[in-house]
């Protein structure tokens, strides 16, 4: 079943006893198209999730090196990516507004795990999110919101990528961002002065309530 495998590692690690089975069984699709991204939302009692219909390697089951052969068990220790923080802030402003960031700060909890494919080049090129339910504040937002986190993450999001990842076809990573405990810089634009001309943006960072 498609994404099967990424949730499966959610609620096992999230909820232990949660078999396989008891995913299958319960959990509820649908489709939902905003814009030009179409979107396989499934549903359950603990979590809700936002998967691309055009995906194709979020869900592989095995890794591969560029000629399409699997990475062997012991390959899986080489390979080694990590994700540019300042392309990830840049991300997420281009996503949320001032605003919205303080919201999801003065709402607890807001947490929410980010699955990606990155290219050899370190290019995010899939994305897929899960979001406990809890989690009202991530819960209710708009299927459009997530359609421009994925669209802000391929355009911004970069990734080191080690020698031995440059080897393979794609990569996988995940992150689980609590965003009450995270800090971000948003530009401040300083009052209209009457003066033609721009001003240069000054930074502030969103700090904890």
Known sequence: ?????????????????????????????????????????????????????????????????????????????????????????????????????????????????????????GETIETAFIIPRKSAVLADLPPEKYALLEKNLKKYLRWTVNDFGKRMKFLHAWRIVDFPTMKITYPVFPPTTGVVGSLPAKEETIKLP
């Open 1 to 121: 079943m498609k994404y099967s495998f990424l949730l499966s590692l959610f609620l096992i690690c999230s909820y232990p006893g949660f078999a396989q089975s008891s995913i299958e069984n319960i959990e509820k699709k649908e489709i939902i198209k905003t814009g030009d991204i179409t979107f396989i939302r499934g549903t359950l009692p603990f979590t809700l999730d936002y998967n691309n219909q055009a995906n194709r390697w979020i869900d592989a089951p095995y890794l591969q090196f560029r000629d399409g052969t699997p990475l062997g068990e012991d390959d899986y220790d080489e390979y080694d990516l990590k994700s540019v923080q300042s392309t990830f802030d840049q991300a997420i402003r281009a996503t949320f507004t001032k605003d919205e960031m303080s919201n999801l700060k003065n709402n607890p909890p807001a947490q929410m795990t980010f699955y990606y494919v990155v290219s050899p080049e």
